[in-house]
């Protein structure tokens, strides 16, 4: 039997095809139309996101680009609202959040999780309903709490002891802001519930040994929930529960329901509290790839709902209000990254294989998550048909690092060249969220497209931008 080549497969006698899951395709300039948003088109080798060639949004805004299709993130966004009618629905800040998403999600009827002052600010200053706001975070500082109090955000969900304490405080001694505290603020206390989702470790959230929640099994979760409900001015909503990112099925969900919902029932009858809500959290995966196959929103909800109702009626007891919370499941297939090819480089691989290092004008200052969490990306040429019979590629950046890689392993045209434009499709998610400026790379504008145009959503950094915080200290 053949062993793997401890390198990786392209460098195994005779690979010549790419991982497994990797088909070479009959027409490289075909596009593989469930990883790209709703509106995207390609003719004669030309892709056009919501009626915009992009060729010409390069020629407008420059590259590299991110390009938001508003169309698709609507109708993803209602897709949810709609399959999760007697759910809220929080749609997860942290995926992409700017002004006008929020002012979209607020349209649309949806609520929003934020983690971070910052965000918090994008929703004041977007008009978002407060309400309808989140709060998240393993460690709010004191003035995020402040504010999210004076602001009268709808819950905060709390992640540890010093938080319950540290909000009690502030509640009680802004009893008299303009937001009133009468009723006290809602509190959900998120909880570790030992189920380990099949997804990357950095981003598998609900076992034990990581750093969010209360875990269920030592007892700290039921201490926390009797601490919030006998705290002052803090209203026990119910308990919270996310299990990881990029999950493709429920089983996970149903692991993590049972137990928390016995918690649930536990603090019912020890308590003496009927909680009136529970968030199952989101992680909902999206197709980055051939190999990817998500589920809709409306069979999530189907499924998800049954297991909740199995649940409840095995404990007796009353289901809950529940709430999800899509972030990258509404924004990541939404979005795509168009580059501009600059140089293009052969490499001999072991075993007499080839592939083309395609290299463009970004990296992993705009779409970290290849390096970071050895995602899988696909990628398309998008500025003209080629003839060239498909070639292995591997799409990297500019940066001073081997690990600068957007596309690990994709079939491009075999004739890419440079000038070419080359397109990345589901990179709304986690990519401009987490973008920097490593090597000082300017940070790329979010363009909207609609009905044929384009529109600034946020605009690319400048070298003005760079230097304004760099306040040095010069000889004279």
């Not at 802004?174 to 989702?197: D, K, Q, W, Y």
């Not at 959230?205 to 929930?225: M, N, P, R, Y």
Request: hydrophobic share 40%; aromatic share 6%.
């Amino acid at each position: 039997m053949p062993t793997a080549h401890p390198s990786g497969w392209a460098h195994a006698d005779g690979a010549l095809r790419g991982p497994h899951w990797l088909r070479e395709p009959a027409d490289p300039n075909a596009l593989v139309d469930h990883l790209w948003s709703r509106t995207t088109t390609k003719t004669d080798g030309v892709l056009a996101v919501g009626g915009v060639p992009l060729p010409e949004l390069v020629r407008e805004h420059g590259s590299p680009a991110y390009v938001l299709d508003e169309d698709d993130f609507r109708a993803r966004a209602r897709a949810f609202r709609d399959a999760f009618a007697d759910y809220d629905v929080f749609y997860a800040g942290k995926a992409f959040l700017c002004t006008t998403v929020a002012r979209w999600l607020a349209e649309e009827g949806l609520s929003l999780d934020v983690c971070s002052g910052g965000e918090l600010s994008v929703a004041e200053r977007a008009g978002f309903p407060m309400e309808r706001v989140g709060f998240h975070g393993n460690n709010k500082t004191l003035r995020e709490l402040e504010r999210a109090v004076e602001l009268g955000v709808g819950r905060v969900i709390v992640d540890s002891f010093h938080e319950i304490e540290r909000l009690a405080e502030v509640v009680s001694r802004l009893a008299g802001a303009r937001t009133s505290t009468t009723e006290g603020i809602g509190v959900m206390v998120r909880v570790t519930a030992g189920v380990e989702a099949h997804t990357h470790e950095y981003i598998a959230t609900a076992h034990e040994d990581q750093k969010f929640g209360f875990s269920i099994a030592s007892g700290d979760a039921l201490d926390a929930v009797r601490r919030v409900h006998e705290a002052p001015g803090l209203r026990l909503l119910g308990l919270h529960s996310h299990i990881g990112s990029q999950i493709f099925d429920t089983s996970g969900f149903e692991v993590a329901a049972r137990r928390v919902l016995a918690l649930h029932a536990t603090v019912s009858e020890e308590v003496g509290v009927e909680m009136p809500e529970m968030d199952l959290g989101g992680g909902f995966g999206i197709a980055y790839t051939t190999q990817d196959d998500p589920a809709d929103p409306s069979q999530l909800a189907t499924e998800m709902t049954k297991i909740v109702e199995h649940e409840c009626r095995a404990l007796g007891v009353a289901e809950p209000r529940l709430s999800i919370e899509p972030g990258r499941a509404i924004v990541g297939p939404a979005m795509c990254t168009v580059y501009e090819v600059g140089t293009v480089k052969e490499v001999a691989l072991d075993g007499g294989a080839r592939r083309s290092y395609v290299s463009v004008d970004g990296g992993m200052s705009d779409n970290i998550r290849t390096a970071l969490y050895d995602a899988d990306y696909s990628a398309t040429l998008a500025s003209r048909s080629s003839a060239a019979a498909p070639a292995l590629a591997r799409v990297v950046g500019k940066h001073c690092e081997a690990g600068d890689i957007v596309v690990k392993d994709e079939f491009l045209p075999g004739d890419v060249r440079p000038g070419d434009l080359v397109a990345v499709p589901g990179t709304g998610a986690y990519c401009r969220s987490m973008a920097s400026n490593y090597n000082h790379a300017l940070r790329p504008p979010v363009i909207g497209v609609r009905d044929g145009k384009t529109f600034t959503v946020l605009r690319r950094e400048t070298e003005a931008d760079l230097l304004a915080t760099d306040v040095g200290v010069f000889d004279e």
